[in-house]
């Protein structure tokens, strides 16, 4: 455990990291910064093809990780004080009893989320994944829309050989044939299909909810002046996810320059990977709770949780202002 939160706490301080500085109101750049945890083609880098990153009254440092698990083992830390991650790290990261708290929602395409085969696979239906080497990142989204399908299909966790495996590793191993299926998410669904010939056994479509979270440390909240800056900066990001919506050749084009990802990665992806703001409600907390106690029923988590217990609504009218 001390290991693994020694790597938590290298990556944040080797993560990369910028500061912006405006004339906005509150305590004076120099003296808030926020700490902000990304994954690939996240916040970062949405909020700058939109051009809302810059003039923020407070200074950002930003670390990226590859998944949201890592990124909230960071925010319990105290490490990052908010980021971006899926529907199923906050689960696992309650589940464990980590210090999170889930600030901001946002809704995206279930396509982009996808279990993956290769294109000459005999795999065409999803019972037929019984007994095969299937490729997930633990406690990530493709987490649970693996288990949904496997639970469809009539089957569970104990018919498969879970790979529990960091996308990178995963799609290593994806197109080296050292597993027969993956399930991933965007932006690796479009490459591995349009680099490494993947097809998609199916997407998250009936599976999952599209959910997305901005997840914040409760220090940071009880902080009057990093409450302020993730007040600002939630509501750029609903005006960058909203944004990206309308321009998603834009997006597309800056996420390609951030990730060195091929243009027609991007394009293929963007459409799936676009979010909109949306508050936190009734339905968004028993939708995770509904996940919550599949993962419970499966042994998948040490305990069952109270998905509303992670939850503070405090932003909610930011969400709405991002859709205007």
């Known amino acids: 455990m001390i ?6 706490l290298l990556l944040v301080a080797t993560g990369t990291a910028c500061a912006t500085a405006g004339n906005g109101g509150g305590a004076p750049a120099d003296t808030v910064t926020l700490r902000i945890g990304d994954q690939k083609a996240g916040s970062r880098a949405v909020l700058e093809a939109a051009g809302l990153l810059e003039g923020t009254p407070y200074r950002i440092t930003w670390a990226q990780f590859t998944s949201g698990p890592p990124l909230l083992e960071a925010v319990h830390a105290g490490a990052v004080d908010i980021g971006g991650v899926g529907n199923t790290p906050p689960i696992f990261a309650a589940a464990a009893g980590s210090r999170i708290t889930v600030v901001a929602a946002f809704r995206q395409n279930p396509v982009g989320a996808a279990i993956l085969v ?13 007994g095969k080497r ?3 990142a633990k406690g990530s989204s493709a987490h649970y829309h693996l288990l949904a399908v496997l639970k469809q299909a009539g089957l569970s966790f104990a018919d498969i050989q879970p790979q529990y495996l960091q996308p990178a590793d995963a799609l290593a191993a994806f197109s080296s044939g050292t597993v027969d299926a993956w399930a991933i998410w965007e932006p690796f669904t479009s490459q591995a299909r349009l680099e490494h010939k993947a097809r998609v056994l199916t997407d998250g479509t009936a599976y999952v909810n599209g959910l997305n979270f901005q997840v914040a440390s409760p220090a940071a909240l009880q902080d009057p002046a990093k409450e302020a800056a993730i007040r600002d900066f939630l509501e750029r990001l609903a005006k960058a996810r909203t944004w990206a919506i309308s321009h998603q050749s834009e997006w597309a084009k800056v996420w390609s320059a951030e990730t060195g990802l091929p243009l027609r990665v991007t394009e293929a992806a963007a459409a799936n990977y676009v979010m909109r703001p949306i508050p936190i409600d009734g339905s968004v907390v028993s939708s995770e709770q509904e996940m919550a106690d599949a993962f419970a029923a499966e042994g998948l988590i040490p305990r069952a949780i109270d998905f509303a217990e ?15």
């Open 3 to 8: 290991k693994k939160l020694l790597a938590v």
């Open 118 to 130: 290769p294109d000459g696979s005999p795999i065409t239906t999803p019972a037929q994944l019984k």
């Open 134 to 136: 299937v490729a997930v």
């Open 310 to 324: 992670f939850v503070d609504d405090r932003f909610n009218d930011i969400l709405g202002k991002g859709q205007q």
